[in-house]
Nanobody
């Protein structure tokens, strides 16, 4: 079992920045690929970014590329999402997730085994 707890959400003006954190406990953190997803009002949960076991490889949804940065610190069992140049459309509940699966699309919610409870991000115009 892996427990994930997100933090760092809040209210920010358009153009601002936030850094989300996701602390993991339980089984070996470094054995999981980690991802961030978000779900806006009335929308399906969508992929934001993912990072490999070591942190050496990252994947982003195209609209977030260049604005968001995912990273991890395996010594602290934590994954981060730095979000810059935020837009009102980025308003959503942001979830971190852990995948212990190999050779599967890391952008799909179906390929993640554990989820956090989410943290609200609201971007005002």
């Amino acid at each position: 079992q892996v427990q994930l707890v997100e933090s760092g959400g809040g209210l920010v003006q358009a153009g601002g920045s936030l850094r989300l954190s996701c602390a993991a406990s339980g089984r070996t953190f470094s054995s999981y690929r980690m991802g961030w997803f978000r779900q806006g009002p009335g929308k399906e949960r969508e992929f934001v970014a993912a990072v490999s076991w070591s942190g050496g490889s990252t994947t982003y949804e195209n609209s977030m590329k260049g604005r968001f940065t995912i990273s991890r610190d395996n010594a602290k069992n934590t994954v981060y999402l730095q979000m810059n140049s935020l837009k009102p459309d980025d308003t959503a509940v942001y979830y971190c997730a852990a995948s212990g699966r190999l050779q599967v699309p890391i952008t799909s919610t179906e390929n993640y085994d554990y989820w956090g409870q989410g943290t609200q991000v609201t971007v005002s115009s």
